[in-house]
């Protein structure tokens, strides 16, 4: 059970990390993940961290390496649930989550990527 | 991190099974469950189960169960991702999942709930 899962909701991909992200974990995720986007034309990443106590430097990484491929796969990505201890770690280590979208919650998540969505098709 | 987070989506709470289920673990879920569903009025519970491996006769009771909590609290459950050899290494030690729905992936899981609170809301 070295994988995570990653669910399909209509456009959206939806992962949630349960586990402690070991470097192969994490390369799998994002290998997973970018063969998933491109599969299934995903247009929007959602992953869920509300299970994470701790947020590295290396998970850190780990979410903008996501956001980026993603990103070239035409896919917004978004992070959601992040325990309020982990926001104020994050700020104190001096790590800033460049280009990585956050919400509060699912729902909040998912009318970010809905937004993010309809600004490419304007722009287009 | 060993709770199993419960991400709520609308009126559904998706629930992602990634980790070995422990009796603590187990039982902890069950409790978030009963008392989100609760709180949220969720009337659907969708269960992933895509990343395991093995399903023994634990599991399928802890399944079993909280589809049974879900049922009272007015909430349908539907277990989704069950690999193939899953099935059947289940069929092969007799363990048929009484009373639990299950559907291929998500988006199938989504419209068994969908047909089940029609289905509750026609016989009121």
Do not use: C, W, Y
Not at 59 to 69: D, E, F, K, P, Q
Not at 104 to 116: D, I, P, Q, S
């Amino acid at each position: 059970m070295d994988r995570v899962p990653i669910l399909r909701m209509g456009k959206t991909l939806l992962v949630t990390i349960q586990v402690d992200m070991q470097d192969q974990t994490a390369l799998a995720l994002q290998d997973d993940l970018a063969e998933r986007i491109a599969k299934t034309g995903a247009t929007g990443v959602m992953i869920d961290i509300s299970a994470l106590e701790i947020v590295d430097s290396f998970v850190g990484r780990m979410l903008a390496s996501i956001s980026g491929i993603a990103r070239i796969l035409s896919a917004h990505t978004v992070v959601v649930g992040m325990q309020p201890a982990v926001a104020i770690t994050l700020v104190e280590l001096g790590l800033s989550l460049d280009g990585v979208k956050t919400a509060l919650n699912v729902e909040r998540g998912m009318a970010v990527l809905r937004r993010a969505e309809e600004a490419d098709l304007g722009a287009r």
